[in-house]
Structure formats: structure tokens, C-alpha cells
């Protein structure tokens, strides 16, 4: 294939990407919630943190208009759900909110939104807003939660940063072993620093670079640091 060409399809891609894009995301529920409805309402699942809340979590209105609003007929919940939600949003009363009295003062009442969306986008808002917070996937999330919590510190990180798609814990691999880190090192620190920042050069047989980890924690990146440089006296002991 010639470069012109190369460059023609890799063009034609990335246009039909942009437009595909452009048309889902007009009434992708997602993207509207967030740009919509999360400046006052957290959307995570669940919120990390209860602090300074402005309005009730999504979550927790999702919750609430599910159990307080019944349908005889399961297959029509949603969308009596989602008919509430379109109507609420634009014309929000103390009457009509589901929110207890003492929350409700202190919240105080939504602000219409009113020309900031649409009716059609409150739909897709409200369907995507039906099927995300569901108690079933609540409790999937806590049950993974409560699985990584049990783990230790270096599997967990081991597994969510996949550290082992380069490293193996006892062979050169791309990247050098954990156990001939640890022989090199006695020091935390230029460790801390190479996960934190990345690392190359440093190590003359490989040639891969090690790329920063930003979003990990200092407490996660200490402890692995810890368990690679303990991996030597393991190694005596246990080899
Ligand atoms: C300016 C802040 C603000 C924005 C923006 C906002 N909300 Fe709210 N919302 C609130 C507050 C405060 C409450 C709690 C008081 C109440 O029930 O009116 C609330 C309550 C609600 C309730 C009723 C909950 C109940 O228990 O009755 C729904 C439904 C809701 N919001 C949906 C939305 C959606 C969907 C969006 C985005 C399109 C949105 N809100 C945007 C502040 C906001
Ligand atoms: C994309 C491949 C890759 C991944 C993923 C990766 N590493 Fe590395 N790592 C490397 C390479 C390559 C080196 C050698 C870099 C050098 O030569 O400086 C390295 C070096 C290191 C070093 C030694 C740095 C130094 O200063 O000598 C440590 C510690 C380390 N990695 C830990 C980790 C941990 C912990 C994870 C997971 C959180 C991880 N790495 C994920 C490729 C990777």
C-alpha cells in the first residue's frame, strides 16, 4: 500500500469515527447525564463521598423513584419511571418530589431545567439513568469490591495495573523480573519514583520503557515497592 493511500484510509477512518460518534452521541444517555445533570447530582455508583452534597447522589434518586413508584405491570415501570423524570425535570414542585421533607429543606427544591435539555434527551437521560443504577449491579460492584479489598496489596495491584503483562515475578521477560529488581535495589526510593514517572535506560538488556502510573496510589505504589525489595529474603528463604 502506498503512503497516500495509507493516509487516505487513515483519514476516511478517523471522519466515519467522528460522524458515527456525532450521531450516538446525540441521544446517548450517558453523555447527556453528564453534561446535563452532573453539575449538581454525582453520578457515580456508588458515590465515593457523601460531603457537601447539593442534591441527592443519581444513585439515590434512581432508587428512590424505584420504589416509590409502582407499576402492576413490571414491563411498565421504566417507562412510567422515565415519564416522571421528563416531567420533574422541567417542572420540579415540593409536591411532586419524592425526596423526604428534611432532605427536601435542605436541599431545597431542583431548579426547573428549562430550556437546558431537551425532552428527547431526557428520555435517553432517564433510560440510561433506569438501567445503571440497578441493584443488581450495585451489588456486583460491592461484591468486587469487597474481593479486591480482601486481596493482598500486591495481588490487587498486580492484577488491576496488569504489571504482568511486562514483568514476571521470577524471569526475565520484557521487563526484568521483580526478583532481579529487588537484587538490584535496597532503596525504596528510585523505585517509587520509576513507577510513579516510568523508567528507561536503566536496565542495559531491555529495551522497552516503563510507562509512568499516574493514578496510582502512594499507598499502592509503597507497598508494591515494599514487596519486590522483601522478594530476595523470600527468595532465600523459600528457593
Ligand atoms: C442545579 C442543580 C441541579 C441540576 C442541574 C439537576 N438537578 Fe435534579 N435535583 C436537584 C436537587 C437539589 C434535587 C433534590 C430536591 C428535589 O427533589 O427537587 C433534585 C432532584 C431530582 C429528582 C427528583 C428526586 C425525587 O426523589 O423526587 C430527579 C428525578 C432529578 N433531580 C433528575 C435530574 C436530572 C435527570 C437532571 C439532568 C437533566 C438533573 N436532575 C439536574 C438539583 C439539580
Ligand atoms: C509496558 C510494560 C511494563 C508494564 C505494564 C510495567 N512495567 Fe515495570 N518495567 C518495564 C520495563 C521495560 C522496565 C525497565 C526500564 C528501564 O530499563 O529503565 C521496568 C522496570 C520496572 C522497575 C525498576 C525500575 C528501576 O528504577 O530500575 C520497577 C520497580 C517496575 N518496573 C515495577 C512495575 C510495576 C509495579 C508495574 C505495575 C504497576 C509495572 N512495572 C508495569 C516495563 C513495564
Redesign the pocket.
Known amino acids: 500500500m502506498s503512503i497516500r493511500y495509507f493516509y487516505l484510509s487513515l483519514l476516511i477512518v478517523l471522519l466515519t469515527g467522528c460522524m458515527k460518534n456525532k450521531i450516538e452521541n446525540k441521544l446517548d444517555g450517558e453523555v447527556l447525564?453528564k453534561q446535563?445533570?452532573s453539575?449538581?447530582?454525582n453520578l457515580d455508583m456508588p458515590p465515593k463521598s457523601y460531603d457537601n452534597e447539593?442534591?441527592?447522589s443519581m444513585m439515590a434518586?434512581t432508587f428512590?423513584?424505584k420504589d416509590f413508584i409502582k407499576a402492576n405491570d413490571p414491563s411498565e415501570h421504566e417507562a412510567k419511571i422515565v415519564e416522571?423524570?421528563k416531567d420533574?425535570?422541567i417542572n420540579?414542585s415540593r409536591s411532586?418530589?419524592?425526596?423526604d421533607k428534611t432532605s427536601?429543606d435542605s436541599?431545597?427544591?431542583?431548579?426547573s431545567?428549562k430550556g437546558k435539555?431537551t425532552v428527547d434527551e431526557?428520555e435517553a437521560?432517564?433510560k440510561y439513568?433506569y438501567n445503571t443504577y440497578d441493584n443488581q449491579k450495585m451489588l456486583k460492584i460491592m461484591q468486587e469490591k469487597q474481593r479486591l479489598a480482601r486481596m493482598p496489596l500486591y495481588k490487587r495491584v498486580l492484577e488491576q495495573q496488569r504489571c504482568q503483562n511486562c514483568h514476571d515475578i521470577y524471569k526475565d521477560k520484557v521487563a526484568p523480573s521483580f526478583l532481579s529488581i529487588s537484587k538490584k535495589y535496597n532503596n525504596n526510593k528510585p523505585l517509587i519514583e520509576s513507577i510513579k514517572n516510568g523508567s528507561k535506560g536503566k536496565w542495559k538488556n531491555f529495551k522497552l520503557i516503563m510507562p509512568p502510573f499516574k493514578k496510582m496510589t502512594d499507598k499502592d505504589i509503597e507497598g508494591m515497592v515494599n514487596w519486590i525489595l522483601n522478594l530476595k529474603i523470600r527468595d532465600k528463604n523459600e528457593i
Not at 96 to 99: E, W
Open positions: 447525564l446535563k445533570c453539575k449538581c447530582h447539593i442534591a441527592p434518586v428512590h423513584l416522571f423524570v420533574y425535570v420540579p411532586k418530589s419524592f425526596c427536601l436541599y431545597g427544591i431542583m431548579p431545567q435539555v431526557l437521560i432517564a439513568m
